[in-house]
């Protein structure tokens, strides 16, 4: 990308920010991002896997759903939710195979490629971009188990409070509530196939919430106005009452 682009600052203050390059040197951040091209894809676009075998994509701007789906059933979960600064593949990246997973652009994207043969030379001839990947990587892992735990163990309600709390962000305080980030606008059709769930369980789960005065939601914003009160639905383990 050249330094001349109208969105290299833009850029170039993402990766900063990313944990993948956290306290890397400013002139191999700035080197790296030479390297890469920027594309813009149209919300519905879906990047194929063959896609992701050969190239590396980070995010600079939007948002891009990594979900499985039952071929039988048609039924989706949302394996991730990917945002700025985060990267796919890692699983194509680090085994340098096709893996099957479906990546659709649920808003307007902006983002940045490199070759993947590129980036796992970077892992060998940079031990800072190197240090930094098993965190990130570790960070990945930590949320599917989190995800596998939850699906076992908890209710709608408990899962999707969880989810809510990873999602806040705290710079947004405003009488004692905050705002909701990344899942925010999300459909209530969405946030059921990221908690494995239904549209209409996850209305009934919102209004528990809302009810409770844990939350308040509507089509374009939610925010929490009760943290505590959050946070002690996501220690919750329910056994029983599953949906």
């Not at 400013?26 to 063959?50: Q, Y």
């Not at 997973?101 to 490629?113: G, H, K, N, Q, T």
């Not at 528990?208 to 639905?233: F, M």
């Amino acid at each position: 990308m050249d330094n001349t682009h109208p969105l290299y600052e833009k850029a170039l203050n993402v990766m900063r920010s990313s944990l993948l390059f956290k306290n890397v040197n400013e002139e191999f951040l700035k080197e790296t991002l030479g390297w890469f091209e920027l594309v813009h894809l149209k919300k519905g676009t879906i990047i194929h896997s063959d896609e992701t075998l050969k190239w590396m994509y980070m995010p600079i701007e939007g948002r891009v759903k990594a979900s499985q789906i039952n071929s039988l059933t048609g039924k989706e979960y949302i394996v991730f939710l990917l945002s700025a600064g985060d990267i796919f593949d890692i699983i194509a990246l680090m085994e340098n195979e096709e893996h099957e997973m479906i990546l659709e652009a649920i808003d307007d994207v902006s983002l940045l490629r490199v070759g993947a043969n590129e980036t796992r030379a970077w892992l060998d001839d940079h031990p800072e971009f190197n240090k930094n990947f098993l965190p990130y990587l570790g960070k990945r892992m930590r949320y599917l188990a989190e995800n596998a735990s939850d699906l076992a163990l908890h209710d709608t309600t408990t899962r999707l409070s969880k989810l809510i709390l990873r999602n806040i962000d705290t710079n947004t305080s405003k009488n004692n509530s905050y705002k909701v980030s990344l899942i925010n606008d999300l459909s209530h059709d969405n946030i059921a196939k990221m908690i494995g769930s239904v549209r209409a369980v996850v209305n009934r789960s919102i209004q528990i919430l809302k009810s409770d005065k844990v939350i308040e939601s509507s089509r374009k914003e939610k925010r929490v106005k009760n943290l505590k009160g959050l946070i002690n639905r996501c220690e919750m383990v329910l056994f029983d009452n599953k949906d």
